[in-house]
């Protein structure tokens, strides 16, 4: 407990003595227990999990309101060691970062937050180690999950919008909320055709774009509503901000696979998933 107090009080700065601080235990001891310490992790996890699910679920039985299932990774960037180091980084490898477009050393997680009504709860944080893909460690989070008690959504950006996980994801009932890169293939009329190249006809009038206003900024939509490859009767939205309307690189595009979902609602929904990102 005194170490979680430390972390709230004062911050972690990756030293003992921060937790020494507000302990009756020497520094000594602490490093001790966390060195050579016994503990079940996974007790642990599924304890923390266990408590999340009951307050989340619990809100969405009480509101009505949807459980969001809100999924992202992030690199902890380190310096590589010299292939003569003695003790290289433990399960540190070389990831492909897409914010930094090029690879990166260092340790990769995937965390997982539970949402409800404004009410966020991370629920876990995996660490990733090249044994087993992403896709497969955000299916078996999928799979663990309860079935919520009102309708749900799992959103992701572009690199989680995969079938197997869409479909892993609505067994549990959960629909996909999702950015979609530009280069996906849609079918207008039944020519297959990029999403930016789709775009980028339609935007030479405003005429098929619609003016959506989410949290006080305005947005050119068009939707479309059609086949995917692989996901069957969804919702595409293409997004030009108001004053970039036309430019390729502000083209945003999402997804819903709950067709019965308005425009401001899709979009709306899709910004809860932000409160994922201060936690890298």
């Known amino acids: 407990m005194s170490i979680l107090i430390s972390i709230f009080i004062s911050g972690y700065h990756g030293k003992t003595t921060d937790f020494a601080k507000n302990s009756s235990c020497h520094r000594t001891t602490i490093g001790h227990f966390l060195n050579s310490g016994k503990w079940d992790d996974s007790l642990l996890s599924d304890t923390l999990k266990c408590s999340v699910i009951e307050i989340i679920y619990s809100e969405a039985a009480r509101?009505?309101?949807?459980?969001?299932?809100?999924?992202?990774?992030?690199?902890?960037?380190?310096?590589?060691?010299?292939?003569?180091?003695?003790?290289?980084?433990?399960?540190?490898?070389?990831?492909?970062?897409?914010?930094?477009?090029?690879?990166?050393?260092?340790?990769?997680?995937?965390?997982?937050?539970?949402?409800?009504?404004?009410?966020?709860?991370?629920?876990?944080?995996?660490?990733?180690?090249?044994?087993?893909?992403?896709?497969?460690?955000?299916?078996?989070?999928?799979?663990?999950?309860?079935v919520p008690p009102v309708m749900s959504y799992f959103l992701c950006d572009c690199w989680y919008v995969s079938e197997k996980i869409i479909n892993t994801f609505a067994q549990r009932g959960f629909h996909t909320i999702g950015a979609l890169k530009t280069n996906r293939l849609l079918y207008p009329s039944g020519m297959k055709k990029k999403l930016r190249e789709l775009a980028a006809e339609l935007s030479v009038t405003h005429r098929e774009f619609d003016l959506v206003t989410v949290k006080k900024r305005n947005y050119h939509v068009y939707r479309y509503e059609g086949n995917?490859?692989?996901?069957?009767n969804a919702v595409v939205l293409l997004s030009y901000p108001e004053k970039a309307f036309g430019n390729p690189k502000a083209l945003r595009a999402f997804i819903s696979t709950n067709a019965a979902l308005s425009t401001q609602e899709i979009l709306s929904w899709y910004a809860c998933r932000w409160p994922i990102m201060p936690i890298f």
Do not use: R, W
Request: charged fraction near 20%; proline fraction near 4%.
């Open 228 to 232: 995917l490859n692989g996901i069957e």
């Open 63 to 146: 509101t009505g309101k949807p459980v969001f299932c809100i999924v992202d990774d992030t690199i902890a960037s380190k310096t590589k060691p010299s292939s003569q180091a003695l003790h290289p980084i433990e399960d540190a490898y070389f990831h492909q970062s897409h914010l930094k477009g090029k690879q990166d050393y260092g340790h990769q997680a995937v965390a997982v937050m539970l949402s409800c009504n404004g009410i966020v709860l991370n629920y876990a944080f995996v660490m990733y180690n090249k044994s087993i893909s992403k896709i497969d460690i955000v299916q078996s989070i999928a799979k663990e999950l309860p």
